[in-house]
């Protein structure tokens, strides 16, 4: 059974950076695909990053060339560098799983099986 736990949220003020990580367990963690996806109060769940089990990832457009995603397959874990921070991207972030080879688009991942308790990210 696939557990997966966030952490590094907080609040930080716009410009500024966090880094979340996401803990796994339950095995066959690397050939699963990873993501990420945040859900503001009064919004749908979106996927903002992705990385499937070849190492290739992918952002959404509100985040490309400020968010990160990548995976330590060592110690099983997952992060989401977020720099250049601004108040829309104050949100719950959720680390997600699925145990295919590929997302193929951002807008799967609110529709994976495994998921965290979510971290708050609060940008002032």
């Known amino acids: 059974h696939v557990q997966l736990v966030e952490s590094g949220g907080g609040s930080v003020q716009a410009g500024g950076s966090l880094r979340l990580s996401c803990a796994s367990s339950g095995s066959i963690y690397d050939t699963m695909c990873m993501g990420w996806v945040r859900q503001a109060p009064g919004m749908e769940r979106d996927g903002v990053a992705a990385?499937?089990?070849?190492?290739?990832?992918r952002v959404a457009d509100s985040v490309k060339g400020r968010f990160t995603i990548s995976k330590d397959n060592a110690k099983n874990t997952l992060y989401l560098q977020m720099n250049r921070l601004k108040p829309e991207d104050s949100a719950m972030y959720y680390c997600?799983?699925?145990?295919?080879?590929?997302?193929?688009?951002?807008?799967?991942?609110?529709?994976?099986?495994?998921w965290g308790q979510g971290t708050q990210v609060t940008v002032s």
């Open positions: 990385i499937d089990s070849d190492g290739s990832t």
């Open positions: 997600v799983a699925d145990e295919v080879g590929s997302w193929f688009e951002l807008t799967n991942l609110p529709a994976a099986p495994y």
